[in-house]
């Protein structure tokens, strides 16, 4: 302030300036976002949970139970209103580690399936086991079941994130592979954000790899409607009888956000498919919508470069009896230790990275 518009005393004119400095740092405080890690089990099984405890939202991560995301609840970047994001198994233990359908489950070292869970590597044949009947595939990968163990954890006012830590050691069947899993939980003002590190530990030899998440997005299945990125064209992965990748694909815009899922509300119509961009994957990022129609709002899924590919699910009402419908982020396609589709060749001593996350519009 100029002192010459102070008046008569200086003296107050120091002390209104002080006092607009306080006022000022008070309301930059209460403007802040404070964030915390809590533990907490469901059961004998132990959880990390992420806290925005001024807006309530939050995530919870099964550490011991392949740091699956059993809940997630964002606000509304346009309104506020909170919104529990994701079908979860209501924190029941025996739900979790039957793990029936995977929901939030993350997808290493290969998402989606394995044809008869058979494939050859550099000339070694390798047999994982089944767990797809009647398809007989190898399904989702190996993480369910596994101890993650924390490696780092960041709080600050603005975001707080968890690094959890798992070393594949070669021991599982049909992958005699050693590798290093870090992935980070940050959940911020940007809403939940997943990213990977993943290195070969082997002394010389390469090793097959995709990623996944296998989220269920809770809405009005029949009403809602899901908008690929339209940013790039989309190819539908044609699929043989046994849900494994034929290798002929094309261009189709069953999801460009234009009509509603449709069916009923106990019998949604029924989509288990999987598409791939077109997009160069050096380019941006891909960010999908599902719109829903009961709340009004939209959750949105945004993939980076190291995922290209997403698999819809509208089975959920039909199968287990719930209303949402599953977008799962891909890094590489369906059966890609075969057919090669994406498939990330790390070599000794190599990291891959990838990221992918969601918010409420």
């Not at 070694?124 to 399904?139: G, V």
């Not at 809405?219 to 409607?225: L, M, V």
């Not at 339209?230 to 234009?258: C, I, K, Q, R, Y």
């Not at 959920?316 to 994406?342: R, T, Y």
Request: aromatic share 12%; proline share 4%.
């Amino acid at each position: 302030r100029d002192l010459k518009t102070c008046g008569s005393s200086f003296g107050m004119c120091a002390y209104t300036n002080v006092l607009l400095l306080v006022v000022v740092a008070l309301t930059s405080a209460q403007a802040a976002i404070f964030y915390t890690v809590e533990d907490e089990f469901i059961g004998s099984l132990a959880t990390k949970i992420i806290r925005n405890v001024l807006t309530d939202e939050y995530v919870q991560i099964v550490t011991d139970f392949g740091g699956k995301v059993e809940a997630l609840r964002l606000s509304s970047r346009s309104t506020g209103t909170l919104r529990d994001v994701l079908l979860t198994d209501n924190g029941n233990e025996t739900a979790i580690t039957e793990n029936k359908f995977w929901k939030g489950m993350l997808l290493i070292p290969w998402a989606n399936r394995i044809a008869y869970g058979k494939y050859t590597f550099y000339n070694d044949t390798n047999q994982l086991p089944l767990n797809d009947p009647p398809r007989q595939n190898s399904l989702h990968g190996f993480l369910d079941g596994k101890k993650l163990t924390v490696f780092y954890t960041d709080i600050t006012d603005y975001y707080a994130t968890l690094t959890l830590l798992y070393d594949f050691d070669g021991s599982d069947q049909g992958y005699p592979y050693t590798m290093r899993l870090l992935v980070s939980y940050t959940l911020s003002g940007a809403g939940l954000t997943l990213s990977f590190d993943i290195t070969n530990n082997m002394a010389q030899a390469p090793l097959p790899l995709t990623v996944g998440w296998h989220p269920y997005f809770a809405c009005s299945t029949y009403q809602a409607r899901v908008e690929f990125d339209p940013s790039t064209p989309w190819n539908l992965v044609e699929l043989n009888a046994n849900m494994d990748p034929t290798g002929m694909t094309h261009l189709d815009s069953t999801f460009s956000g234009s009509s509603e899922i449709g069916g009923n509300t106990t019998d949604p119509t029924f989509y288990d498919v999987e598409y791939k961009s077109v997009m160069p994957s050096r380019d941006a990022m891909l960010v999908s919508k599902l719109y829903d129609a009961a709340t009004n709002q939209a959750v949105v899924l945004w993939q980076d470069s190291s995922f290209r590919l997403i698999h819809i699910f509208t089975g959920a009402m039909k199968f287990f009896g719930e209303d949402g419908i599953a977008l799962e982020p891909m890094s590489g396609m369906a059966d890609a230790f075969n057919n090669h589709d994406h498939l990330t060749i790390l070599s000794a001593g190599e990291t891959w990275s990838g990221a992918f996350g969601v918010y409420v519009e």
